[in-house]
């Protein structure tokens, strides 16, 4: 399932959709895949809602955000920027 936090929603209401999503993810037992922008902390604190795998999809930031991520059970995906941005290699090679 397809689910999104950023930055540019409301607060209240971008946490209680994002919170709707995955209790459905959690009613279907399928996967939740985050697109997120600039809410990683927040987002994180919303895992102990998810009974599902979450998956950040595009991870392109900084390794204490992937560490925190990882740290929180949440998996990662790359895109392309990992292609050509040397320290998103270096996290990729960390990665389980």
């Known amino acids: 399932m ?7 929603c409301g607060s209240e209401n971008s946490g209680r959709s994002f919170l709707r999503q995955i209790n459905i993810a959690n009613e279907v037992k399928k996967p939740i ?3 997120c922008v600039r809410k990683f ?6 895992r102990k809602m ?11 930031k900084k390794q204490r955000i992937a560490s925190d991520l990882l740290a929180n059970n949440f998996y990662l995906s790359f895109g ?3 292609l050509y941005n040397l320290s998103l290699q ?6 389980p």
């Open 80 to 82: 392309k920027a990992v």
């Open 33 to 35: 895949i985050v697109h």
């Open 50 to 60: 998810a009974s599902q795998p979450m998956i950040i999809h595009g991870f392109n």
């Open 41 to 46: 902390y927040e987002v994180i604190s919303f």
């Open 90 to 95: 270096d996290i990729l090679k960390n990665t």
């Open 2 to 8: 397809w689910v999104g936090l950023s930055g540019s």
